[in-house]
């Protein structure tokens, strides 16, 4: 029998192995422990896979195509004790299965991340139980950048969680609209989460890092190809409730997110723009054939990603995603964050870090996902407690 | 027993004496002659309904107040004489069932106008086949007036009538779209066919009843009223196979057009613009919330107005909307126009003039009712036979 920490350490062999969403090995992990497959891989041999399986010849065949695909890759695998040391300077590996794991994600099938390397200290599923993908443009307009970046602010005050890609133009708007207010943001790589592509968003991505998530597929030094991002891209769609198109030419990469968004059953949105832009031109057909919903502001997109269409305020309810959002499950820093909260009124950051003891980047690291929570929220002297 | 004259002249009384829209007037018309109401009126008796018309006592009292409405405005009432005389420089009454009635009106039910009074020679059937209402803000942005004009002149140039409220902004640039191109424009008023309002506008109005047509429900020398705008749109978004708002605030009367073509069942289209724009913040909503498609040039909105949702385009079979579309119903100068086109290749509208042996304005004037049915189509080098 092999144990959860050598199943950890198989899932992280195959994220160096195979390319991700190869759905022959997400049939595999199926019906198969990673370590099994890793096995079967290193020993090129198929994994006994019992009677009733129902392979036929064909899907066989399919499988050893693979196989010989995923042992191409075998001399670059770094040993055991190299990819365990991968997980250092704040980055970790979480599995299908762990607590830090997001359920959601399942929901892609046999194309379900067969691991997420992160970078940041944000917990996972509560970052993202009120995440919205805002995703657009490399080549952004003044106007998509203005947009993004104001409407990110504005979700991110209300407590939803940012998810983009990374990139240039609309997905640094967004990125840097959801810090500007002290949101937390999570950036999806194509390449490992250490990987400063594109170069000039190292610091972006530092900056993420330190109060959100830099997530991937791909483990750690792995560099970006042109298929990656297609690949990437039905994860920023499978992380969040709903995905908005900001400013999409007629083949931007964002559209190829959005057709991920429409597959998975989400709410997929679009901001429109001037007619006379090629870069709305891609907004303006989904919403005319896809049935993206038309939004223009923050409140649009509260009411398509919560839950029941009831729009978020102070005095709703919390919503269902926030079943329980158990207090006691919260980590050391954030619980301390929140005791330091006013019962009445509000405080600023830096009251909160005196009163909390702790320092002021964890003080807004903890009110990020103290708000992510339902916990906290935004107001105009600093944050106040959440009624609920 | 009364003769069609005298109930044309009834009708054009009835434009007098009562507001347009009015439906206690139009159930009443719905079961007398015209004649009879209007002498109902003079004589302040209820007309004979006979037996089982189902009179409430309800309906009957309301029909009482009607009448006295009705009669307050007979001192001001003009006679037949005077009426007649209304027919001049170039105004004319149409009225149901008349050849230039159009039928599509029918579709008001109670609210169809008790007749039209039309300002130019353009055959209004003909020039209703295949057209647009384009409305939308009287404070129109740069980008919008930009946009109306563009899109009424691609409209057009592919032969279809642009319906619109004469007024300042987006009506203005659909009005002049349509005109640069020397396709037919209407415009529908809340005042009389004669009366500039906005005075503005006196010139616009010459140059579209020079080309095409002014119409309206109320008599030559009513002026203007705030309520006469809203009961106008009904008529505007009656007229046409479908209504694109170009630009509308959230509160324009744009939306009250766009309300009446959506319950008449017309494809409602809405162009779309910044969302930073407050002129486009209503074109957002109606594409949200009523289901409008959002459209963003010409070619969207003829996908919407042709029959069977199957664009336009020279090689395809004339739409049902011209069946027939009879070429010895043609008025004798559209007909010389249309026989002096060439069979072959284009020809410029002053070669044309010269061929037909008519002056250039009624060449335009014709060439535009001629593509309005579907005969010609402009090209690159002028005008030309359209393949059918």
Redesign the interface.
């Known amino acids: 029998m092999t144990g959860p920490g050598e199943q950890r350490l198989a899932r992280a062999a195959l994220t160096y192995l195979a390319e991700p969403g190869d759905p022959a090995l997400g049939a595999l992990l199926a019906r198969c422990e990673p370590a099994e497959v890793v096995a079967a891989i290193k020993a090129d041999l198929l994994p006994a896979t019992g009677p009733g399986c129902g392979d036929s010849p064909a899907s066989r065949k399919a499988l050893e195509g693979a196989l010989a695909r995923w042992r191409a890759r075998l001399p670059g695998l770094p040993g055991d004790a190299d990819i365990a040391a991968a997980c250092r300077d704040g980055i970790r590996l979480v599995c299908p299965g762990d607590p830090q794991w997001l359920e959601r994600l399942d929901e892609l099938g046999t194309v379900r991340p067969y691991a997420l390397w992160l970078r940041g200290r944000v917990d996972l599923p509560s970052a993202c139980r009120r995440s919205v993908s805002m995703v657009g443009s490399r080549a952004a307009t003044g106007?998509g950048a203005?947009?993004a970046g104001e409407i990110a602010a504005d979700l991110g005050e209300q407590g939803w969680t940012i998810v983009s890609g990374g990139a240039y133009g609309i997905d640094a708007a967004a990125h840097r609209g959801a810090q500007v207010v002290g949101a937390i943001t999570i950036a999806v790589l194509a390449c490992g989460v250490d990987y400063p592509y594109p170069a000039g968003h190292a610091g972006l991505f530092a900056d993420i890092a330190a109060a959100g998530l830099v997530i991937s597929e791909w483990p750690p030094g792995r560099h970006p190809a042109r298929l990656r991002f297609l690949v990437r891209n039905r994860v920023i769609a499978a992380l969040t409730c709903g995905t908005v198109v900001v400013e999409a030419g007629e083949r931007s990469g964002a559209l190829n997110t959005a057709r991920h968004a429409a597959e998975l059953g989400r709410p997929l949105m679009a901001?429109?723009?001037?007619?006379?832009s090629r870069q709305?031109?891609g907004c303006?057909r989904i919403?005319?054939d896809w049935g993206a919903?038309?939004?223009?502001?923050a409140a649009?997109i509260i009411e398509m990603v919560s839950p029941l269409g009831i729009a978020d305020s102070p005095e709703a309810p919390a919503p269902a995603g926030l079943r329980g959002a158990p207090r006691d499950e919260l980590d050391l820093d954030s619980a301390r964050v929140l005791d330091a909260l006013p019962a009445r009124g509000a405080a600023g950051p830096s009251t909160i870090a005196v009163e909390a003891g702790v320092d002021l980047d964890t003080v807004l690291r903890c009110l990020g996902l103290l708000a992510g929570c339902g916990f906290v929220e935004r107001c105009d002297r600093g944050w106040q407690l959440r009624r609920r």
């Open positions: 106007y203005h947009v901001v429109p723009g001037p007619v006379t709305s031109a303006h919403i005319r919903t038309c939004v223009t502001c649009d």
